[in-house]
T-cell receptor, first 116, second 111 residues
Framework: DAGVTQSPTHLIKTRGQQVTLRCSPK?????VSWYQQALGQGPQFIFQ???????QRGNFPDRFSGHQFPNYSSELNVNALLLGDSALYLC???????????????FGQGTRLTVV | SQQGEEDPQALSIQEGENATMNCSYK?????LQWYRQNSGRGLVHLIL?????REKHSGRLRVTLDTSKKSSSLLITASRAADTASYFC???????????FGAGTRLFVKA
């Protein structure tokens, strides 16, 4: 049973460019959350997708957008990249049907984004 | 500021000793979870404790939750070098879906 997979593992982009990160959830999971983790810090919640809709959003600008597909996989898009967007981007999947939140989340290995 | 804050920020112990990490949070929660992260990669879920639970065990891990003090602790008994990692507490706020992580405790277990 494959866990959460993210691609790519590493990425280097230039300031002002756009980037798309991808996530496939663990089999059977229907909810995907995205996090940004700066070096030495804890993960910061970007947003969560359930039933192809953004269910909740953290304190991130509109440059950060996402999408969830019918097969529950998800993309994170970041436009107009800034140097400060350099971080590890983590995807986590969980079971969210019915609003049930007392379930553990499974994390992917992350995408290391460097903006130069 | 972050919902969960761990204490201490860093901890260095000898193999075989116990390690205790604490977490404080600010608002009512659905549950509190502890995660481990090795070398800045993906997080591994360790244990989830619901807001109506006070203590939970899993192998060498013991987690307590005090909702009146808005705090939790993670105890790792008989630590091993392989326990060296960063440990994070994460809370899901009551009525919401957003998971908020603290800044983590860096644990180093010396062989």
């Amino acid at each position: 049973d494959a866990g959460v997979t993210q691609s790519p593992t590493h990425l280097i982009k230039t300031r002002g460019q756009q980037v798309t990160l991808r996530c496939s959830p663990k089999s059977g999971h229907d909810t995907v959350s995205w996090y940004q983790q700066a070096l030495g810090q804890g993960p910061q919640f970007i947003f969560q997708y359930y039933e192809e809709e953004e269910r909740q959003r953290g304190n991130f600008p509109d440059r950060f957008s996402g999408h969830q597909f019918p097969n529950y996989s998800s993309e994170l898009n970041v436009n107009a990249l800034l140097l400060g967007d350099s971080a590890l981007y983590l995807c986590a999947s969980s079971l969210g049907r019915g609003g049930l939140m007392n379930t553990e989340a499974f994390f992917g290995q992350g995408t290391r984004l460097t903006v130069v | 500021s972050q919902q969960g804050e761990e204490d201490p920020q860093a901890l260095s112990i000898q193999e075989g000793e116990n390690a205790t990490m604490n977490c404080s949070y600010k608002t009512s929660i659905n549950n509190l979870q502890w995660y481990r992260q090795n070398s800045g990669r993906g997080l591994v879920h360790l244990i989830l404790i619901r807001s109506n639970e006070r203590e939970k065990h899993s192998g060498r891990l013991r987690v307590t939750l005090d909702t009146s003090k808005k705090s939790s602790s993670l105890l790792i008994t008989a630590s091993r070098a392989a326990d060296t990692a960063s440990y994070f507490c994460a809370t899901v706020m009551a009525g919401g879906f957003k998971t908020i992580f603290g800044a983590g405790t860096r644990l180093f277990v010396k062989a």
